[in-house]
T-cell receptor
Framework: GAGVSQSPSNKVTEKGKDVELRCDPI?????LYWYRQSLGQGLEFLIY????????KSGLPSDRFSAERTGGSVSTLTIQRTQQEDSAVYLC??????????????FGPGTRLTVL | QKEVEQDPGPLSVPEGAIVSLNCTYS??????FMWYRQYSRKGPELLMY????GNKEDGRFTAQVDKSSKYISLFIRDSQPSDSATYLC??????????????FGKGTLLTVNP
């Protein structure tokens, strides 16, 4: 079946503009995650969704970042008033369910964001 | 000190070599240990998953976890050029509701030369 898909694959924007990044998880996966991968920083957790609710937003770097998930499926990560330090690859992952163990997270190809 | 430390390399080996990759960590709550492989411009894909201490083998890959030393390793036997990628270790806590949150190392870039 189809894996996690993300769009756009690349996004170049000007400082101060807002951007929206989209994630389509694997069908039936109830858990969805956003990570950011910066040069020299590795992957950093941003936010976790279980269904449409986000019980953990602790990784969002500032109030310019927000995310939502609708219908227990598609998620959108929005960055307002982008800054150059927001340049990174934004990765989305999904898993079947988050329970006692650590469920396998399947990653999408990422959106490469460049803020000029 | 970061919770997970991983030497970024780069590591370059000849085809057929045994490769050893490792990570150290500081959070004793970590119970689940994973290795992901990431090819250039792609998302990470899960290679190995281990719970608590011990060894796990899958084909040419062996994962080892030593919780007493807070040290995990991935061994690749008979390395192939197709193994050239960035290898990321990842960990998460056990019970308590935060098992979903993966903490990653920075990744080690491996090149296997034909």
């Amino acid at each position: 079946g189809a894996g996690v898909s993300q769009s756009p694959s690349n996004k170049v924007t000007e400082k101060g503009k807002d951007v929206e990044l989209r994630c389509d998880p694997i069908s039936g996966h109830t858990a969805l995650y956003w990570y950011r991968q910066s040069l020299g920083q590795g992957l950093e957790f941003l936010i976790y969704f279980q269904g449409n609710s986000a019980p953990d937003k602790s990784g969002l770097p500032s109030d310019r970042f927000s995310a939502e998930r609708t219908g227990g499926s598609v998620s959108t990560l929005t960055i307002q008033r982008t800054q150059q330090e927001d340049s990174a690859v934004y990765l989305c992952a999904s898993s079947l369910v988050s329970r006692g163990g650590a469920d396998t997270q399947y990653f999408g190809p990422g959106t490469r964001l460049t803020v000029l | 000190q970061k919770e997970v430390e991983q030497d970024p390399g780069p590591l370059s080996v000849p085809e057929g070599a045994i490769v050893s990759l490792n990570c150290t960590y500081s959070n004793s709550a970590f119970q689940y240990f994973m290795w992901y492989r990431q090819y250039s411009r792609k998302g990470p894909e899960l290679l190995m998953y281990t719970y608590s201490s011990g060894n796990k083998e899958d084909g040419r890959f062996t994962a080892q976890v030593d919780k007493s030393s807070k040290y995990i390793s991935l061994f690749i036997r008979d390395s192939q050029p197709s193994d050239s990628a960035t290898y990321l270790c990842a960990m998460s806590a056990g019970s308590g509701g935060s098992n979903y949150k993966l903490t990653f190392g920075k990744g080690t870039l491996l090149t296997v030369n034909p």
